[in-house]
């Protein structure tokens, strides 16, 4: 009995590790799973503009777009020669946009007087979901990218965290905290220890890191003079901690950056823009099992310049789908100054 007992033992041990094995977590996402997924999140259809400033001389940028009570907001970030605030706006049906005022403004005497660019924090990550957004501990929370220098991303730019009550009104967020992650760190790494840019956090339910939040970031550093994407992670909002030591994604060259995450299956979708590894700026995408490792596309842009108002960039994504549409807001620049457009899976001009 003994024996077979043993047998059974050795032979479930086996199944384990064989399941162990064979997990695709670590795995490269297959070239045919790759084009799906390009397949189902393109947007050839370009929609036009959606966001403009009223004062020209004033640039619009980094849209996050969330849902609540049945009412679509965008956070979005305006550079007037000062630096970055960032600006909250509501639309009904995703293509006529109102804005609602400031919710970042400058300070004085502060760690980030002159810049403060936010993105909005835990938004429900399901492709097709409902794209809500967390409160966690009573709070709606957003990174930003924070600085005292006046200028455009001017001096040394640091990841910071704000907090607020509401997540609907043009309120003020509380931004009374130390930064998160400066290049002035002691754990900074070779490729983020000059400056760090824009943030994404989300909520990793399945806790493949260990952690359940996740931060993606791009930064460059003073021999990598070039920007790349780094992940951080947290356990509670507050603390964060640099996770691995090298990029998730780069290309040696130019930029990839402003990462957004959905998950489409078992498989997440990290959409990111790059810039002047070839000419121009570009949409991209990379896919992963595990938040962690993640296979690059090789393709098409999966969105490029075509137009007029997006002929110089088109680049800094946020993408969803609603309603069996894929919606593609990304920053344009062009005979329209810097603006945010839409293109769509679909032909919503006709």
């Given at each position: 009995m003994k024996n077979i007992l043993l047998l059974v033992a050795v032979a479930a041990i086996s199944l384990i590790g064989c399941n162990q094995i064979n997990t695709p977590l670590n795995k490269v996402v297959p070239q045919v799973e790759m084009e799906k997924i390009f397949n189902e999140i393109k947007t050839p259809f370009k929609y036009g503009v959606v966001v403009q400033h009223p004062d020209s001389t004033k640039m619009v940028d980094s849209p996050t777009i969330f849902r609540k009570n049945d009412i679509w907001y965008m956070t979005y970030i305006v550079?007037?020669?000062?630096?970055?605030?960032?600006?909250?706006?509501e639309s009904d049906d995703l293509l006529n946009w109102e804005s609602k005022g400031k919710i970042l403004s400058f300070t004085e005497n502060t760690w980030d007087a002159n810049q403060k660019a936010?993105?909005?924090s835990l938004i429900n990550t399901d492709w097709g979901g409902d794209y809500t957004v967390e409160n966690y501990q009573d709070k709606y929370w957003?990174?930003?990218?924070?600085?005292?220098?006046?200028?455009?991303?001017?001096?040394?730019l640091?990841?910071?965290?704000?907090?607020?009550?509401?997540?609907?009104?043009?309120?003020e967020w509380n931004t009374n905290n130390p930064p998160l992650l400066s290049p002035e760190d002691e754990d900074v790494r070779w490729f983020e220890n000059k400056t760090i840019y824009k943030s994404l956090v989300i909520r990793d339910?399945?806790?493949?890191?260990?952690h359940?939040?996740?931060?993606?970031y791009n930064a460059k550093g003073d021999t990598a003079n070039y920007e790349s994407i780094a992940?951080?992670?947290?356990?509670?909002?507050?603390?964060w901690k640099r996770y691995g030591e090298n990029p998730v994604i780069t290309r040696g060259k130019g930029i990839c950056g402003d990462a957004q995450i959905a998950k489409i299956g078992d498989i997440y979708v990290m959409f990111y823009f790059g810039?002047?590894?070839?000419?121009?700026?570009?949409e991209r995408f990379a896919c992963s099992y595990n938040l962690i490792n993640w296979t690059d596309w090789e393709g098409e842009d999966l969105l490029a310049s075509s137009e007029e108002y997006d002929k110089k960039y088109a680049h800094k994504p946020w993408v969803i789908k609603w309603n069996g549409v894929v919606y593609h807001f990304y920053n344009a620049v062009g005979n329209s100054g810097r603006v945010i457009a839409l293109a769509t899976s679909k032909d919503l001009t006709k």
């Open positions: 550079f007037d020669g000062q630096g970055y605030e960032t600006w909250l706006s936010g993105y909005v957003m990174t930003y990218l924070g600085g005292n220098t006046a200028g455009y991303e001017s001096g040394t640091k990841i910071g965290l704000a907090n607020s009550t509401s997540l609907t009104e043009a309120d339910s399945s806790k493949h890191t260990g359940p939040f996740v931060m993606y992940m951080a992670v947290s356990d509670d909002m507050v603390r810039a002047f590894w070839k000419p121009g700026a570009f």
